[in-house]
């Protein structure tokens, strides 16, 4: 392991061992400071967080743009305070943590017993949003995590999603769709973030007027499973809790070949993600490029 990745996962432990044991109120004035810190100094990732929002408000004066950003940063250093912090929460704090709309889609989706699909984009606290899914709804999920350099930080988010209740199945090495198409079929839920994939095999989308790709795997499952596929955003507000919503299902086109189903329901679920995201441009976390005509043609990813 070289340096930059034993320091990487020292300041990761550092975090989940420390923070958690802080106050409430000490951790969110550290989430803001830290995040305020990080916007003045208008490093690579503030930047492109501020050209991300630059189409998702287009128009947006450069004061609204950093206006923006800054309730952006603190939205993200929120979700990592709160990361931190999860493992050490009361089963009653977490029941209490999330109001979701329109959850009757998702019970009710279960209650068939085909499985569902929930897609989210990265918004507000997916972390939280799982460990409430189990918690509170008593539904056991699958998901998937992409390998993180250096593999003992992969290890270490593996454990904290497995401590919050959730199976977590490595992104590389080919057995996830299969392993998640089984629990589908055994009328099980799946969880996926889809709202980037620069992959060869990802899904070309209109998303805020311009083409990115996001990832065929939710729809994929709908299609061969027979699955529910439900669309789902967050967000935060004033209060301590967090929102969300469960949107209607994306159907299973009736005709075309495999690819053009595909295509037709991960636009779907584009447009369901810009919804949400166009409701609360701050709390999405999108400090990369996504967009194809951001990207650097030589290297064809961030």
């Not at 904290?160 to 009328?187: C, I, K, N, Q, W």
Request: some cysteine; glycine content about 10%.
């Amino acid at each position: 392991m070289s340096a930059q990745d034993r320091l990487t996962d020292a300041l990761y432990g550092l975090g989940w061992s420390a923070v958690k044991k802080l106050p409430e109120p000490v951790a969110a004035r550290l989430g803001r400071t830290v995040a305020d810190l990080a916007w003045k100094q208008r490093g690579k990732g503030v930047q492109r967080l501020e050209s991300n929002y630059a189409r998702v408000v287009p128009g947006a004066s450069p004061e609204r743009l950093a206006e923006l950003s800054r309730a952006g940063m603190r939205s993200y250093l929120r979700y990592w305070m709160e990361s931190f912090r999860l493992p050490s929460w009361t089963r009653e704090e977490i029941r209490d943590g999330l109001d979701i709309k329109d959850l009757h889609r998702l019970t009710e989706g279960m209650a068939a017993g085909k499985g569902v699909v929930l897609a989210l984009p990265h918004l507000a606290n997916w972390d939280l949003a799982g460990a409430w899914v189990t918690t509170k709804l008593g539904i056991p999920f699958t998901t998937v995590a992409e390998r993180l350099k250096p593999e003992t930080l992969y290890d270490r988010f593996v454990a904290y999603r497995e401590g919050l209740g959730m199976e977590v199945l490595p992104h590389s090495g080919g057995t996830a769709f299969g392993t998640l198409a089984r629990r589908l079929r055994d009328g099980g839920l799946v969880c996926l973030v889809a709202d980037r994939d620069l992959s060869a095999s990802g899904v070309e989308v209109d998303f805020f007027g311009d083409t990115a790709r996001m990832p065929a795997g939710p729809a994929l499952l709908a299609q061969q499973t027979g699955a529910l596929l439900l669309p789902v955003t967050l967000w935060y507000d004033d209060s301590p809790l967090m929102r969300g919503r469960v949107h209607p299902p994306v159907e299973v086109p009736e005709s075309g070949t495999r690819a053009e189903k595909t295509s037709v329901m991960t636009q779907a679920l584009a447009d369901a993600f810009a919804t949400g995201i166009a409701d609360h441009p701050e709390d999405w976390h999108m400090l990369q490029r996504l967009w194809l005509a951001d990207l650097d043609p030589a290297k064809g990813s961030t």
